[in-house]
């Protein structure tokens, strides 16, 4: 079967960095996308990679390693509205995305 | 309209009773789908649409239909709701089915 495994939940203070994993397990690889979901909201696209390797934009980036089926997203210098779920999302050979439960980021004070 | 809209926002509904849920798009985007996400879990495709006139059933297709008479709408129906159908409807696009998928604001639908 298809799986993509997150923390359920992790808890970070403001202004320092935190890494989410991914690991999956999936029938075929056509890319893994990270997504951002505050409370009652729907999600919204963060990054995408489809090559081994980090993608950085802004405060986030992305890290792949396709033969470890393994992603992270690291979040840098934490703010209070970071504080959402973050949706790990892989793309099969059929094109469609196999969704990871979520890992929901709290930042404190 | 900038996106994507869905309606109603939310519904309460009797089990028994068919309900559609709306779905509209201006991005021109040939791609469509629905997805629910339950507590727990990450979010199962129900149906989509590669393009207009053409639909696919996803993960949990059972119970929902949709189709796809033109580009920008893409409606869910469910034609005898069940208490476990309660859960966050999400429609998305994308281009094409290899591009980005954007999401929509959710619809919240509760069965009785």
């Known amino acids: 079967g298809q799986n993509i495994d997150q923390p359920t939940e992790m808890t970070a203070t403001e202004g320092a960095i935190v890494q989410i994993n991914c690991t999956y397990q999936?029938?075929?690889?056509?890319?893994l996308f990270w997504y951002q979901q505050h409370a009652g909201e729907a999600p919204t696209f963060l990054s995408y990679?489809?090559l081994d390797g980090l993608e950085e934009k802004g405060r986030f980036s992305s890290f792949l390693s396709r033969s470890k089926g393994y992603s992270y997203l690291l979040l840098k210098e934490l703010q209070m509205k970071d504080s959402a779920s973050y949706l790990c999302a892989v793309r099969d050979q059929d094109y469609q995305l196999i969704w990871g439960a979520g890992t929901k980021l709290i930042i404190k004070p | 309209i900038a996106g994507i809209t869905q309606a109603p926002t939310s519904q309460i509904l009797a089990a028994g009773r068919r309900m559609t849920l709306r779905c509209t798009q201006d991005m021109r985007h040939n791609a469509m789908y629905w997805y629910r996400q339950d507590l727990g879990l990450g979010l199962r495709l129900i149906h989509y649409?590669?393009?207009?006139?053409?639909?696919g059933k996803g993960e949990v297709p059972d119970g929902y239909s949709v189709s796809r008479a033109n580009t920008d709408d893409f409606p869910l129906t469910l034609a005898s709701a069940v208490p476990s159908q309660t859960s966050v409807y999400f429609c998305?696009?994308?281009?094409?089915?290899?591009?980005?998928?954007?999401f929509g604001p959710g619809t919240r639908l509760t069965v009785l």
């Open positions: 649409s590669n393009t207009a006139g053409t639909t």
């Open positions: 998305a696009s994308s281009a094409s089915d290899t591009d980005t998928q954007y």
């Open positions: 999936t029938s075929g690889f056509n890319g």
């Open positions: 990679n489809v």
